[in-house]
Nanobody, 130 residues
């Protein structure tokens, strides 16, 4: 059984930082492209940042470029999202997702449509106060 679990959400003041973690079990983590998505209040889910299985490239939503950093530790089966200089508009439920084995669609899932993503976590709330 595949499990995707997020950690690290919380409440932070604007300008602060949070680090999200995501552990994956039941699959070979190192073979999977991974991503972070979020759903802001009243809006559709959007891709925040994604990375292929080998980590050689990354995608970031324009709104988080220069502030968020995605990374992965394949030895620990863990994905991270370092979020700095947080803004109230970053308030959302953040979801971790396993995008597929060696998939070439990882950037498409993040940038255009996440339908077809096989595995999702339950989400973790991030609230940024003004």
């Amino acid at each position: 059984q595949v499990q995707v679990v997020e950690y690290g959400g919380g409440v932070v003041q604007a300008g602060g930082s949070l680090r999200l973690s995501c552990t994956v079990s039941g699959v070979t983590f190192a073979e999977y492209a991974m991503g972070w998505f979020r759903q802001r209040p009243g809006k559709e889910r959007e891709g925040v940042s994604c990375v292929p299985y080998n980590g050689v490239s990354t995608y970031y939503h324009d709104s988080v470029k220069g502030r968020f950093t995605i990374s992965r530790d394949n030895a620990k089966n863990t994905l991270y999202l370092q979020m700095n200089n947080l803004k109230p508009e970053d308030t959302a439920i953040y979801y971790c997702a396993a995008l597929g084995v060696f998939t070439p669609l990882w950037r498409t899932y993040c940038k255009e449509s996440s339908s077809g993503v096989p595995y999702w976590g339950q989400g973790t709330q991030v609230t940024v106060s003004p």
